[in-house]
């Protein structure tokens, strides 16, 4: 089973900053994608940034410029950092992991995992 626990959200004013993190943990070999989603109240979960075991990233364009999505493979951690944040921002923001859990006879056995989320809030 794997777990991921974040970390990092609360009560900001506009302009401010927040850095979120979600670690991973659990009987997996690998983890491959990890990735930032957030939900707003009446909306659909969407995709904020994500980014690969080998660094590459990926971010919508609503926080291009404003939030840099980073991990550290070792501590099996990835973050968010938040800046210049808007009200607009206001969501419960969830992490989301890709692991290769086990090899098996017929290739790698893979699953995908969420975070509980991690409320963020900012006031206009």
């Known amino acids: 089973q794997v777990q991921l626990v974040e970390s990092g959200g609360g009560l900001v004013q506009a302009g401010g900053s927040l850095r979120l993190s979600c670690a991973a943990s659990g009987n997996m070999f690998r983890i491959n994608t990890m990735a930032w989603y957030r939900q707003a109240p009446g909306k659909q979960r969407e995709l904020v940034a994500a980014?690969?075991?080998?660094?590459?990233?990926k971010y919508v364009d609503f926080v291009k410029g404003r939030f840099t999505i980073s991990r550290d493979n070792a501590k099996n951690t990835v973050y968010l950092q938040m800046n210049s944040l808007k009200p607009e921002d206001t969501a419960v923001y969830y992490c989301?992991?890709?692991?290769?859990?086990?090899?098996?006879?017929?290739?790698?056995?893979?699953?995908?995992?969420w975070g509980q989320g991690t409320q963020v809030t900012v006031s206009s």
């Open positions: 989301k992991a890709e692991v290769d859990l086990a090899f098996t006879d017929w290739g790698i056995r893979k699953g995908d995992y």
């Open positions: 980014i690969t075991n080998g660094g590459s990233t």
